[in-house]
């Protein structure tokens, strides 16, 4: 009860002393605040040390963005402030963010960026952007297990029935002959299989029959 009795006078003096006093009225210091919530006397030292963290609490919050979250930090400010809602500078903005996001998945996680590749693929009015998310579908594992090349196979043969036999002679075709003397053999058999499937969506005059096979390598 004594105890009560003494903050409560406390904290009357300390309300009295803001009423008087020349602060604002929300100002109270950091040695009344302690006071209030404990009779015991806290050391000078403590007491300025508490007050330097305290202050600086923010400062070093920010202090802990390292540089690319920073860098990051503006490319994407940077994306908002040019926001544009052509359908081009659209289709720019997934081919980006394909790659980017790419960057940070593994296994199975990789799986959820196929069908957006291949549709931006189809869809991107650009050739270079076509050619880049191409690249990326048939470099998107490093050793492509046998489930995941059934996958990107499928995704090759949508490309195919989407796009027709043009685009697939000058777009997907020059992927396959990239990868033809890979050192990998995943990567070499993910080639063959995608030349397997992709051989039926190729333009008629590209095909040649069995006989004029035979003449021209037997």
Not at 21 to 43: C, V, W, Y
Not at 47 to 73: M, P, V
Not at 101 to 108: E, M, T, V
Not at 200 to 208: A, D, G, K, S
Request: aromatic share 8%; with cysteine.
């Amino acid at each position: 009860m004594q105890h009560e009795k003494k903050n409560l006078l406390i904290q009357l003096q300390l309300l009295q002393n803001r009423l008087t006093s020349d602060e604002p009225s929300g100002a109270m210091k950091m040695e009344d605040t302690i006071q209030l919530n404990s009779s015991r006397h806290l050391p000078q030292i403590y007491r300025r040390a508490f007050e330097r963290q305290s202050l600086s609490y923010d400062d070093k919050q920010d202090e802990e963005i390292d540089d690319q979250e920073q860098k990051t930090f503006e490319e994407i400010i940077h994306e908002l402030n040019t926001l544009s809602l052509d359908q081009k500078d659209f289709f720019d903005l997934i081919g980006r963010t394909i790659t980017k996001i790419n960057l940070h998945l593994n296994g199975s996680k990789k799986l959820d960026l196929i069908p957006l590749i291949i549709y931006t693929s189809i869809l991107h009015p650009n050739n270079d952007e076509r050619d880049r998310l191409l690249k990326c579908l048939f470099n998107l594992y490093k050793k492509p297990s046998y489930n995941q090349r059934q996958i990107l196979l499928q995704a090759c043969l949508c490309f195919a029935k989407q796009s027709g036999p043009l685009r697939v002679h000058a777009e997907l075709l020059p992927q396959c002959w990239e990868n033809i003397n890979n050192k990998l053999d995943e990567r070499r058999c993910l080639v063959a299989e995608a030349c397997g499937i992709l051989a039926p969506h190729l333009p008629v005059n590209y095909l040649i029959s069995k006989n004029e096979y035979d003449s021209f390598f037997l």
